[in-house]
Structures are given as C-alpha cells and as structure tokens.
C-alpha cells in the first residue's frame, strides 16, 4: 500500500494561510461600515474582544485538534465526548453555519463584484445578491470538479492580501486624522453598550480557525502544526483588524462609511487623486480574492464534516460518495451548494442575518467542544493531547461561558433561529440518527457505568438519550465461507436476512487445516492462505455493501471445520448461521466424529443452501408445521420483505379441504398473508419435485431433528431434493434453545 | 509476448473494475502479473479536494475487487499512491513494481474538466517510459467458447 505519509502535506505556511485567507475575507473588506454603524469608532474594541473570544477556543481547538487529528474537526470531538445527541447538533450546526458564512462571503463578493461592473437586479433579487448567486454557484461548481489546486497558490492568494492591505494601512496612515475618528459623538457615540452586540455582529470574522482543525489528517506534524496555525492565525487576524478598522474610521467618519464595499471608499478617499483610481481597482480586486477564499474554504470545510457524520452515521453515508471522475465528493458539495443559493436568495438582502447566523451556529458549536475537551479531559484515560490548554480547567469553562455569553448579544431573531435550530438538531436526532449511529460518547458511558454513584435522574437522563445501537448488538447474521464459487448465494441470501432484521454480517472463512499440519505451521503459511481468505472476505465485504449491509469479516484457521464454524457461531453469539453444503460437506469441510454431538447441538438457527446458487424471485416452501417449519416461514417472509420473493407455500394433505384449513391457518399465523396456497394429494416427494419445477428456490424446514445431520451422515433420504433443477435451502432450529432466549433474540 | 509480462493497470473507480477486468481478459493469457494502480490525486499544500480516508478506503474496496476478478489466473497485486499528478505517479508506481507495460481503459472527460484538470489519458501516451496499451471494450466471455483475441487491439479505445 502506498505510503501514508505521502498524503500529509500541510505544512506550517499552507496550514496558516487557510486560516487567514478563510478570516480576512470577511472581518476587512465586509463588514467595518454595517458594524461601525451600530457602535461607533469603539467597534475596534469589539473586533479585539472578537478576537480574545476567538483565542481562547482556539486553545481548546488546538489541543483537542492534536489529541484527534481528524476530518470533521468539532463534530468530531463533540461527538466522541458528549454523544450522538450532542454530536448531531454540534454536526448540523457546523455545516449549517459553514452554509450561512460562505453565503455571507458570497454577498460580501457581491457587494464588491457590483463596484466593478454593473449587473441588473433579477425579480426580487437586488444586484448585490444577483452578482453574489453567480460567485456561489461558481464556488460550488469549482469544488464539483475539484479543480486542480497548489499550495503555492493559497499563499500566493494570502500574501497578496496582506501585501494590499499594508499598502492601504500605510497610505491609510498618512492620511488618518484623529479628528475625523472622533468626528462624530467621539469614541462611544452609541454607548459602551453597542460594543458587545457589535462583537456579536463582526464575530462571523474569526470563523475561518476552526477550518484548519477539520482538516488535521491532512496536516503535517500536527501536534506542532496545528497549535501554532490555529493560534497564530487567530493572533494575526486580531491585529490586522483592529489596526485597519482603526485606520478606516480615521479616514472616512463612522456614519458614512459605506456598508457594502467600506475598504473601497476608505482607499478612494485616502489615495492622492490619480492613484486612487488603481488603488481602488487593487483593492476590489483584492476583496473579490478574499471572500472568494474565504468561501471556497468553507465549502471544503464542509464536505469534511459531511463526511465525519456519515461514518458515524448521523447522516447517510450517501452523501459522501466520490464522484467517478472529478473524485469529489460531489453531492455533499451541491447539497452545501443548494443551502448556500438558498440563503442569499432569501437571506442576502440583510448581510447581518448572515453573518450572525453563521456565528450564533458556530458559537453553539464551540460551547460543546469546551465541554467536550472537559469530558476527555476527566473520563478518557487514553486521551493524550500533543498540546495542552494552560490553566484546565478555567479555559475550556471560560471558551464555554464566553461562546455562550457572546449569544445574548446577537438580537432576538437569530436567537430565536438558533433554538429553532437546536430543536430541529434533536428531533432529527431522535427521528433519524438515532436508530442509525451506535457511537456512544464518552459522557454517556462514564454515566451509565456509575449508576450507583450518580444520582438516578442523571443516570435515567443518559439512558433516555443513549443511541439505541449502543450496548445492544444488533442481530448478527454469520455467513460460513469456503468457496468463492458460492460466496455470492451465501452472502446474498444472508444480506437479505440480515436487512430484514436490521442486523449486520459477520463473513468468515475458515481455513481447515490437515491434522498433520500445526497450526503454528499453518500460521507460517498464512501469507499464501490469507491472500485467498483475503480475497474471499473482499468479495463479501463488497457483496454486503452494494447490498447495504455492514459486515464483519473474520478468518479462522482451524483442524475441525464444522465444529470450529459452531464454536465460533456460539462466541459471536451469532443468531442464525447460513452455509453452503456440497455432497456431504458442510462449510466446505467433512465434519467428522464429533458429527452426532455437533449436529443435536446447533449454536443457533441454522440454514444450508445447497451449490445451485441463491435465486429468491419464486421460492417453494413445503411444510407440515411443526418446529423448524417456523424458521423457513420466517426465511420465507424476509425474503419477501428484502428482495421482493413471490413465495408459494405447499401442503400435502390426505383430505384437499382440511389441508387447505391447515394451510390458511399455518399462513396466518406465520404472517406470510401474500402467499400463493397450493394443496396438493398423493405422495410428498412427488408433489414437491411437481411443484418445485419452474421455481427458483425450494426451503424446506427440517420436520424432525437431525435433517442437517442425514445430509452430513450422507444417509439423506429425501431424494428428491437432489434430483431437483431447484435450488435448496434447508432450515433447522435448534430444539434445546430456550423460550427466554428465542424471546429475548439472544 | 514478452512485453505483457508484468502489467500495471491503473483502476480509477468502481465502475473502472469491471470494465478494465473485462477489457484485460482477452489478453490474460498472455500476462504473467498484474498490479493494480489507483492513485489518489493530492493537493500538495493545500486542502485536499475529498477527505483522504474515504478515498483511501474506497480504493482498498475497489482494489479487492480488482484483485479478487483476476486471481486463480495471474498474479495479481495492488498498491495505492498518493501524488498531485496522476499520470506521472501512474508512471512512477509502475517503473517501481517493475511492470512491463501499462495498460488502462480511457476514461472520456469533458472538454471543461480536461481544461481544469488535465486529461490523464493524454499525459499517459505521451512520451512513455514503458509500452503503453490502450484498452479496448474487450470481448465478455460468456462460455468457454467464445472467440478470445490473440492480439492486443492497440488501437481500439
């Protein structure tokens, strides 16, 4: 396999310029004329409390970045720590706040691509919003294909930036006028007050941190790497905005700065006469980079944490499917896409919803990654961060009270959209991931194995909310392997079972080993051997998945195939056990000796499906009633349910009438109500090889004990079943399994 | 044919496999050793286009496949790389199994994705260091007696 390492190539630079290019886009060049005008000059008081909130979750980001580099960033940890509950809000809340701030980036584009050429309002949608729909569907469609994408050109991208900003911080300078900053009402013309809803305003600017932790796997030595990229970018960012704001409001007056393109106007008036003209050029086009960084950022951002959901299941793993040619995970890109035109078509008329929804969501999100650093920190021994928050526990509880005392200042509205959020994170939690995921957090597990010590309310409250999938294993299908002539049958007649019952595969192949062979011996051969099981197990894996079932694959080298195949059924406590049987071998192995004892003790429900291959569209079941005719009435009816079998159940009665009685009855209370009936009299054999002509499948429950053990002792006497063309499944139920355990579904 | 000794055959995709086993078989007989080839295209400093992890565990399922269609009739191996330029890592993995020829199924790619992306077909034929056979639709065998060709179609795309 190729190497690994190959693949990180995120170094220092590129790591620090994503978190730049993704900030600066919005902070400078949006919006210093909407924030200047709810509080005065003291908004570069909020842009530096901006930044120091931004700072201390950076902190908690590095350290639980190095702890886990992995896609997905704050989802990710969040729900590790704190659950799947927590995990789809923090999820939902990342991606929906990635939609919004590339929406708000995209208006910000807009607003300057609008300065430049002139571009008509559509319908209701003004021009700003026009020119910002035609950079997100043109962000979007770059990521759909996935266009080719250097390093060199971010930082080309970033150092151009601050190169233009210096410029105009300088030319700024000579042309600020203390007097014109204080013009108007002096520092606080609005009140101290305005400053924190200000804060809550520009917060949207110091988004772009977090994006470099969602792509840690791909980070160079990220235990160094990350900490300082993260830290160092939210540090630069701060300082270059509170040093431009500052010069801005000294060369345009507060309340005239403009609120669509203020760094515009701001070079026009600062720039000597026929250098303004080039300046103001540079300057636009400097903006349009940014924000188009800015936004493309945010878009690969959130096809990572699409990703890191549908491993765990949150969402449906469909969405990440890479695209056959562009290899880009394409649908996760048009449905962030989709959200993005959404939003500035409805949204984009009023930039601050935007950038304070963004905010508001991410704000959410880091208030649940401090808890959950605190949750790793006190629960997880094996949690071992290359980078550690100073003073645990004071950081990670203020990032949490700071997140969370930030959102009393948005405004009423986006309050309210956030819990409308939240709720909706919930109810999808509890409608749609949690019959789905079966990762539960750290939180839940500390709790629930401390039942006696924490109170009962805290205990019951865990349990209410834990992932059905967790602690309960789901029922598992064992497909017995040995040939990979018969694979395909096997694991499709299992995979159908297994979606029935909505339980998963366990595939195993085993290796019978000659006695005169020692199985150190044997393990010394294993190369050779496990490149077939390898093989084998792909093929199953591959089979399953396309059938959309998860599988588990196991090999086992052993000298008694038949009898290690049911040792194996009894540890995995598997809950029925499908193989294939050829003349007298079963799994691919004689079973010898042991044969009696084995055969009267199966481990579990027990299903053997002869070399004709598995073919379920017109399927044959004869029964008599009685005990194993159960488990082919209930073979019969997942089959119907998976893959649509058009089931016929036969009866041979002495009298037409009472067997038609028999058979009703036997239908109904087997639940079997689309089958065909047919009555047949005379002999059994017979009506069986009749009827079985022209049908794909005969399954045959085994009427007394020991059917499995005639066709393994080679005394079998139903012959009929091998002269058939027909396919047959053979179903025997173990007698001694207890009521209970058949109830509880062991 | 001595230059079919040892094939590298890049497999871009799921649907590749079937096609390029298909594609392959005519010639198996020929062909002592193949190593399959998916190269997963990087961004070198920058951010990848797709998570890593699932390219990388798309390519170990479609590998298997691959590998699993051609046993029991030539050795068969796979190895997945990582690298800006597919077709150059192509070049480079095969050079590195010591193939003796290179032998794909062209993909068509839109005049818009050739232009942002390069077109790896035409990387790959031009100025080769090993032989290069460009893959026909090859003959589905349904039976054993089906006509099987003897020659490479070198022309056939």
């Known amino acids: 396999m190729g190497d690994e390492e190959l693949a990180k190539d995120l170094g220092l630079l590129s790591a620090l310029t994503i978190g730049i290019g993704t900030m600066i886009g919005a902070g400078i060049f949006v919006l210093p004329g909407v924030a200047a005008s709810t509080a005065g000059p003291v908004v570069v008081v909020s842009f530096v409390i901006g930044g120091s909130i931004a700072m201390v979750n950076a902190l908690s980001v590095s350290e639980l970045g190095t702890a886990m580099p992995k896609a997905g960033g704050g989802y990710y940890y969040v729900n590790r720590a704190l659950g799947p509950l927590f995990g789809s809000i923090a999820g939902l809340g990342d991606w929906m ?21 002139p571009i008509p309002g559509v319908l209701f949608l003004s021009d700003i919003q026009v020119g910002a729909l035609i950079a997100g569907v043109v962000f979007v469609g770059v990521n759909y294909i996935g266009a080719k994408e250097t390093g060199g050109l971010q930082t080309v991208i970033v150092t151009v930036l601050l190169v233009i900003l210096a410029l105009f911080a300088i030319q700024g300078w000579l042309s600020f006028d203390l007097g014109t900053l204080l013009s108007d009402g002096g520092l606080a013309p609005l009140g101290y007050g305005a400053i924190l809803p200000g804060t809550a305003l520009i917060f949207v600017s110091f988004l772009g941190y977090a994006k470099i932790a969602t792509v840690a796997e791909e980070l160079k030595n990220p ?15 701060t300082v270059v905005y509170a040093v ?10 507060w309340p005239d700065l403009s609120q669509t393109a203020p760094l515009t106007q701001a070079t026009q008036v600062a720039f000597p006469g026929g250098l303004a003209v080039v300046a103001v050029t540079i300057v636009t086009l400097g903006a349009l980079l940014a924000t188009a960084s800015s936004a493309n950022a945010s878009i690969l951002a959130s096809a990572r944490i699409n990703f890191a959901m549908g491993r765990d299941r949150i969402v449906t793993n469909w969405l990440n499917q890479i695209h056959p040619s562009y290899a880009t995970p394409y649908r996760s890109i048009v449905l962030t896409g989709g959200m993005i035109v959404v939003f500035i078509a409805l949204l984009g008329q009023d930039i601050e919803v935007l950038a304070k929804a963004a905010s508001v969501l991410h704000l959410v999100v880091y208030a649940l990654m401090n808890a959950a650093l605190i949750v790793f920190r006190e629960t997880d021994p094996e ?48 409608v749609y991931a949690r019959r789905r995921t079966d990762r539960q957090g750290l939180l839940g597990r500390y709790i629930l194995n401390r039942q006696e010590k924490l109170p009962s309310s805290v205990v019951d409250a865990a349990a209410t909310v834990a992932p059905d999938g967790a602690g309960v294993t789901p029922p598992t299908t064992m497909v017995a392997l040995s040939n990979p002539r018969t694979e395909h049958s096997l694991v499709g007649l299992a995979a159908a079972l297994a979606k029935d019952d909505g339980g998963r595969l366990l595939a195993t192949h085993v290796v019978q080993v000659p006695d005169q062979t020692s199985l150190a011996a044997a393990a010394e051969q294993r190369k050779r051997l496990s490149e077939t099981s390898d093989q084998l197990l792909a ?29 194996a059924a009894r540890s995995s406590e598997v809950d029925r056990l499908v193989m294939g049987h050829r003349g ?35 399927i044959l079941l004869p029964t008599a009633g009685g005990h194993s005719s159960e488990l082919s009435a209930e073979v019969a009816r997942a089959l119907q349910a998976t893959v649509g079998a058009d089931v016929s159940v036969l009866h041979v009665a002495d009298d037409p009438t009472a067997g038609r009685e028999f058979l009703e009855d036997w239908v109904a209370d087997h639940e079997l109500d689309k089958a065909e009936l047919l009555v047949e009299t005379g002999d059994v054999e017979t009506a069986i090889g009749n009827e079985a002509t022209g049908r794909t499948l005969v399954v045959v429950g085994a009427t007394e004990r020991g059917l499995l053990s005639r066709i393994v002792g080679g005394s079998l006497t139903l012959s009929v079943l091998d002269d058939l063309d027909t396919a047959v499944l053979l179903a025997e139920r173990p007698h001694t399994r207890p009521l209970r355990e058949r109830l509880l579904g062991r | 044919m001595v230059v079919l000794r040892h094939v590298a055959v890049p ?70 790389v990582f690298g800006a330029d597919i077709a150059e890592m192509i070049a480079e993995t095969a050079d590195e199994v010591g193939a003796t020829a290179i032998a794909f199924r062209s993909r068509g790619s839109g005049r818009l994705a050739r232009l942002l992306s390069g077109n790896t077909t035409a990387r790959l034929v ?16 349904l039976g054993e007696s089906a006509p099987r060709r003897k020659r490479p179609d070198v022309e056939g795309t």
């Open chain 1, 97 to 117: 706040g990635l939609a919004f701030a590339s929406a708000f980036y995209s208006i910000g584009f807009g607003q300057y691509l609008t300065t430049l050429l």
């Open chain 1, 223 to 237: 235990g160094r790497n990350l900490p300082l990229a993260v830290i160092g970018s939210v540090a630069i960012v």
């Open chain 1, 244 to 253: 431009l704001v500052s010069i801005m409001l000294g060369v345009v007056p």
């Open chain 1, 383 to 430: 949690y071992d961060p290359a980078f550690r928050v100073p003073l645990y526990p004071l950081t990670p509880i203020l990032g949490m009270v700071l997140s969370v005392g930030l959102l009393a200042f948005v405004g009423q509205r986006e309050l309210l959209l956030s819990a409308a959020f939240v709720v909706a994170a919930l109810v999808w939690y509890f």
């Open chain 1, 539 to 567: 093929d199953a894996r591959a089979d399953a998945e396309e059938l959309g079932v998860p599988i588990e694959t196991r090999t086992i080298l052993s000298h008694e195939g038949l009898a290690e195949v049911f040792e």
């Open chain 1, 584 to 618: 007298t071998r079963l799994a691919g192995g004689r079973a010898e000796g042991r044969l009696d004892e084995l055969i009267h003790d199966l481990p579990c429900d027990v299903l053997v499906l002869d070399e004709r291959g598995f073919d379920p569209s017109e």
């Open chain 2, 11 to 80: 497999i871009a995709n799921d649907d590749d496999v079937a096609e390029t086993a298909t594609a392959l078989d005519p010639y198996l007989d020929e062909i002592h050793r193949v190593t399959g080839i998916h190269v997963i295209e990087t961004r070198p400093g920058a951010v990848n286009k797709a998570p890593l992890e699932k390219r990388r565990a798309d390519a170990e399922r479609f590998l298997a496949a691959f590998e699993s269609r051609l046993a029991g009739r030539v050795g068969a191996d796979t190895r997945i």
């Open chain 2, 126 to 141: 031009t100025d080769p260091d090993l032989p290069v056979l460009s893959l026909g639709e090859g003959q589905r065998r």
